[in-house]
């Protein structure tokens, strides 16, 4: 038997400017990345230079955020509060109408589905939390150079928060980058991705139909199921080259040259071939017990008794 370690979470109260906006379950490592893109995601900076400083407190487990500007609580709790789907109960503060009113993605930057696998193994073998426990979700972003960084958290919304949040306080331009992501793509994985500007989303595994539509809406590419030699893609961006199922190419001198099988009659009604044979080995088996039932009813050309 394997033995490993468990995953741990903590719940987290998130303060700005000594407001208390609610306390998270996160995984205890790079919550400053987080704090950045967890408040970008949510409307509520624009950039680092809106954050003046980010202080932890693990005695009390306290993220003190003091923000450049005045922040009002009221307008913020006004909002509609939308719980997210998995990983504990998240909630933003982004509908769908909000999130289409984001600037549509434009890049001119092209993948292969087998660097794209690639780079999703490599993803995987960078993930030590994962590697430890079984029990992380992730979030990576591919940088222009091909180079990698990862980060690891419970909850697979605050991974990719956290992977935001880096990006954010590094300066990277969004269309250069791909996110790849464990988790399901939904439509508030989708509306963080888009909000801050990634051409093309990876996950190991299924987008919802909503996250589909806005990406389509957005001009953003999604794929999913990347693993081993597979992947799907979900929309049509002309940002991923499927190297994976080139297209069949066909000798037409081949098949000029080649004479047309001639018609069968019998395949136009009736069920098919192989179920027909299958119908006649069964009579067969049916006949065959009949017969050797016969003698015990009947005898000397007459009905027996038993």
């Not at 956290?162 to 992501?181: E, S």
């Not at 190991?204 to 389509?216: D, G, P, V």
């Not at 597979?230 to 190419?249: E, F, G, Q, W």
Request: proline content about 5%; glycine content about 8%.
């Amino acid at each position: 038997m394997i033995k490993k370690g468990c995953p741990e979470e903590y719940p987290i109260s998130l303060k700005l400017n000594g407001y208390e906006i609610a306390v998270f379950q996160l995984t205890n490592q790079d919550l400053e990345d987080w704090v950045y893109g967890y408040l970008f995601s949510e409307g509520l900076i624009d950039g680092p230079e809106d954050v003046v400083s980010v202080q932890f407190s693990e005695k009390t487990g306290t993220l003190n955020v003091t923000l450049c500007n005045s922040f009002d609580p009221e307008q913020m709790f006004s909002k509609k509060k939308h719980y997210t789907a998995g990983c504990g109960r998240g909630v933003t503060f982004f509908s769908m109408t909000d999130v289409k009113k984001f600037n549509k993605v434009n890049s001119d930057e092209t993948y292969s589905l087998t660097y794209l696998l690639k780079k999703r193994a490599e993803f995987a073998q960078n993930s030590p939390l994962y590697l430890e426990t079984g029990g992380m979700h992730g979030a990576c972003i591919i940088l222009e150079d091909g180079s990698i960084e990862v980060r690891e958290d419970i909850g697979r919304h605050n991974a990719v928060d956290k992977i935001i949040g880096h990006a954010i306080r590094k300066r990277l331009q969004p269309d250069r980058l791909v996110l790849l992501t464990t988790g399901r793509v939904s439509y508030e994985m989708l509306s963080k991705a888009a909000k801050f500007g990634f051409a093309v989303i990876g996950s190991r595994t299924a987008a919802t139909k909503q996250a589909i539509q806005l990406a389509r809406f957005l001009n953003i590419e999604v794929v999913g199921y990347l693993r081993g030699k597979m992947a799907t893609v979900y929309t049509s961006a002309k940002r991923i080259n499927d190297d994976l199922n080139p297209p069949a190419v066909e000798n037409s001198s081949h098949i000029e040259n080649c004479p047309a099988p001639a018609p069968n009659p019998s395949s136009r009604f009736g069920p098919p071939d192989e179920v027909k044979e299958r119908l006649h080995r069964s009579a067969l088996q049916r006949l065959s017990g009949l017969t050797k039932a016969l003698p015990l009813f009947w005898k000397g050309g007459k009905p027996s008794k038993y």
